[in-house]
């Protein structure tokens, strides 16, 4: 299909050679095979609407395919919806004489006084018989200057057709692009790019190898205007080295984590005349097509050895740290914009990518991270500690005695023939599990020689007032006297748990119940308070050395008079 489009028509006095080829009629345009069938079809069949938009990257011919639908509206003798582009009023149209066609730079006229004036023009006749306004970049048009054209482009004159090109189609005004018919025009291929600059050389006797047509294709990325900029450009030169800069040995320093060879690499660049902002922006382009080739190939414009260079690059750079390197240079270009040392700027950023300690950024903490994880030996894990063999129930723990110094001197030690080593004792705590049932009274007996000193001074309050009823397996019954110490217990259940375990050498499950029949609680023993019990507590007389025993009913009470001794309550 390629083959059977004609090329462009050279124009006199005009050597740049995006504009001595620049289609002219429909058949001419490459890579935009969509919008060529709505528009030669509308105008085939006489159903062009009043308004279009046209949007897309730059140099992919929006401007280029609205003085065509200008050409094939006011053609003399259209071919099948195309102009014929030999008609007085095609060649008028090319050179930019027309009466028919206005053109208005939006990013130069983009007040409201230049608005109303092509509006106002808009209703008067003209030789053809479409008169038609292409505003380029018209979303630069100020605010005031929309809604001016707004009312003129929501009912035009019978006999007017506006077309609005911009790159920025979100910038346009939601209104405006209510009343348009859009259509989007798409980056070009790098097969159909190089069949056209082959085109192009065969038709200006270009003396151009396939070397220096596979770098315009490169260079262009997707736009026929900038890869036939860039063919103009190499032929000039004479040269491929120079075209673009070589990044291979600032990827070399990304891959190895070299923040020397970053710099070293750019400072070579810098050399050779490159201008900071311009090896960012190259760079990231680079970059670009590297993270396109790992997550959609196809949308990569990347061809042949390059494609399959980056394509290298991209599998040991891995997704993670392309991402991090494409957003930390377009971070980096944004801050050049400002920055006195644009040169400096860049060179903080390439040193941030090969050390990631020195970004805080959450990319950077998960490359060292991973780092960590890949360079991390596997160490076999220790082994647990041996588990206490639990004692039997009413053995008797025996300690290890501990040597106390004596002004006694010792006995003097018997002579090894005299008397055999004494022979080792075993403790019970290292004497193997048992599985021997628990004795309700050992069980209450140790409770409360060892459990509840091993408890919080609050908790042995509570347990000192509890009452230990039945043991039914590992089921504890504990009875409290009062709702508020049952509510009490799930303060202390933790350290109360840690104790039972401790000293039963098994994991005990705690039942507390409430038994208001219970006496009143005993607290621990002291001397004889300074002030007068309170009428709701009664001394109780009969324990040795004339202690008494205050009873409480709360453990709050029993709290405070621990903490305040002699204190008085004021009501």
Known sequence: MADAIPTPTSLDGVTSLYRRFRPGRFAE????????????????NDRVVHAYLFSGPRGTGKTTTARILAKALNCEHPVDGDACNVCASCVAI?????????ELDAASNNGV????????????????RWKVYIFDEVHQLSKSASVALLKTLEEPPPHVIFVLATTDPHKVLPTIRSRTQHLEFRLIGGDTLSTLL???????????????????VRLGRGSARDALSALDQLLATGSLIEAQPEFDGLFHAMVDVDAVGALRSLAVLTQEGWDPEQLAESFAAEVRQVFLLQVAPEVADAVDSDRDRLSAWGSRLGLPRTVRILETVGKAMREMKSAPEKIVTLEVALVRLTRPELDSSLEALDERLTKLERGATRTPAPAPPPTAALRPIGSVEVTKS?????????????TPASEPAPESVESPTDAPLTSAPLDFDDVRARFEQHVVPRTARSAQMLLKSAQLRSLDGNRLTIAVPSDEMRQSTDVIMPGLRSALEHEFKTALQVEWVVDRTLSS?????????????????????????????????????????EMFPGAEEIS
């Open 198 to 216: 082959h085109d192009v050389k065969g038709a200006a006797g270009l003396a151009a190898d396939e070397a220096t047509i596979d770098a315009a």
């Open 29 to 44: 345009l490459r890579g935009q095979d969509h919008v060529v069938r709505a528009l030669q079809g509308a105008v085939k």
């Open 521 to 561: 609680v005993t607290t621990a023993r002291a001397p004889r308070p300074a002030r007068a019990p309170s009428p709701d507590a009664v001394a109780e007389e009969g324990y040795p050395g004339d202690e008494s025993v205050l009873v409480v009913e709360s453990v709050a009470d029993h709290l405070i008079t």
């Open 94 to 102: 090319t050179k930019g004489s027309s009466l028919d066609v206005t």
């Open 113 to 128: 006084d230049d608005i109303r004036e092509i509006t106002a023009g808009a209703w008067h006749g003209t030789p053809g």
């Open 402 to 414: 501990i040597s106390v110094p004596s002004t006694v001197p010792p006995e003097p030690a018997p």
